[in-house]
């Protein structure tokens, strides 16, 4: 079952490099009392997440945070040390946006958002999408229907909707 707006976010524990290594991220801890922006892309380095998802965040950030967004989150099925390395290339992580990996696709299961794309050696990936999650519970969910696309889930729109 796809998670849907008003459905609490389930427990899971992420992974982000911290400065002695990888960390664990509890996400209910997280997302306490916060308002968070959520976005996940299919993987790190592939051209939509690389050009237009994740840059789409970088240039919104300050408008997320008039609106009372407390922080911005990437998720991706993807290694910590990878995820390291997608936020410094981009400039993600200069530009305050916590990345953070869900290596073993546990939370992107969880939330019925994963997928396969065999042809492109993605397995076990998450689907394109943003929410903004409030307290734990999803507030706005915009998910892509086509991975390779960016509209709906990009800065701007999770904007337009809040």
């Not at 796809?2 to 290594?21: C, F, H, K």
């Not at 306490?32 to 996940?40: D, E």
């Not at 789409?56 to 008039?66: G, K, L, N």
């Not at 967004?69 to 981009?90: H, K, L, Q, Y």
Request: aromatic share 6%.
């Amino acid at each position: 079952m796809t998670i849907s707006a008003g459905d609490r976010l389930p427990d899971a524990t992420l992974v982000r490099m911290g400065d002695d290594g990888p960390e664990q991220v509890v996400l209910a801890d997280l997302l306490k009392g916060r308002k968070v922006a959520i976005f996940a892309v299919p993987g790190a380095f592939t051209p939509t997440c690389h050009s237009a998802h994740v840059p789409s965040f970088i240039r919104t950030r300050e408008q997320f945070a008039d609106k009372g967004v407390d922080e911005i989150v990437c998720i991706s099925v993807n290694d910590p040390f990878v995820m390291r390395a997608w936020g410094g290339a981009t400039g993600a992580t200069d530009a305050g946006i916590t990345m953070l990996s869900d290596a073993g696709s546990d939370f992107t299961r969880a939330i019925g958002m994963d997928f396969d794309a065999p042809p492109a050696g993605l397995m076990g990936r998450s689907k394109r999408y943003a929410m903004l999650a409030e307290d734990g519970k999803v507030a706005i969910l915009q998910a892509e229907e086509n991975p390779g696309q960016c509209e709906v889930s990009g800065g701007e729109a999770l904007l337009a909707a809040m």
